[in-house]
């Protein structure tokens, strides 16, 4: 009985990860950046921060600048030889990766581009660590966008059936 309870459990979660995927592949074509619920490309480096300290720049060398940097960036991320992780003790027998504080390549961006690139470069490190260790590239995720978490199957399903409406 416990094994077909497990098995059930099994297929449910299959069955519910399967429905978010679908979501996400149809939420992922959605152009609208003021929806609450959208998809969220989580290890993905958030560009804006670049731009602001590009702005030293002129017009579109500002631009060509920012994007050779956070294309830099997104190449150290790839580097399978750079970890700026650190485990610590979370439990008796549980261990959670955070950003290494004292990595030479993070303080160097820390100090020559500062905090808001740098808080850039590292939540997208943090999110590239939880969503795709081993993979290095950025995944698509149902995303809550105010309060800044991972969005329900019910959110993702209302947003879809907003965006239907609408057409």
């Not at 992922?28 to 804006?48: C, F, L, Q």
Request: glycine share 4%; proline share 2%; aromatic share 8%.
């Amino acid at each position: 009985m416990t094994q077909t309870l497990i098995d059930k459990e099994r297929r449910s979660n299959d069955e519910m990860q399967e429905a978010r995927k679908e979501l996400i592949n149809e939420l992922i074509h959605e152009t609208s950046n003021r929806a609450i619920i959208r998809v969220k490309r989580m290890g993905e480096i958030d560009p804006k921060p670049f731009q602001k300290v590009c702005k030293k720049y002129c017009g579109e060398e500002a631009d060509v600048k920012a994007s050779e940097l956070c294309s830099l960036w997104e190449g150290h991320m790839k580097d399978s030889d750079w970890f700026p992780f650190v485990n610590i003790k979370v439990g008796k027998d549980k261990y959670k990766a955070i950003i290494n504080e004292k990595d030479e390549k993070l303080n160097n961006l820390r100090n020559t581009m500062g905090d808001e690139v740098f808080k850039a470069v590292t939540t997208a490190l943090t999110e590239m660590n939880e969503y795709n260790a081993s993979g290095g590239y950025a995944v698509p995720e149902l995303w809550n966008f105010k309060e800044q978490r991972r969005a329900t199957l019910k959110e993702g399903i209302q947003r879809l059936s907003k965006c239907h409406r609408k057409k």
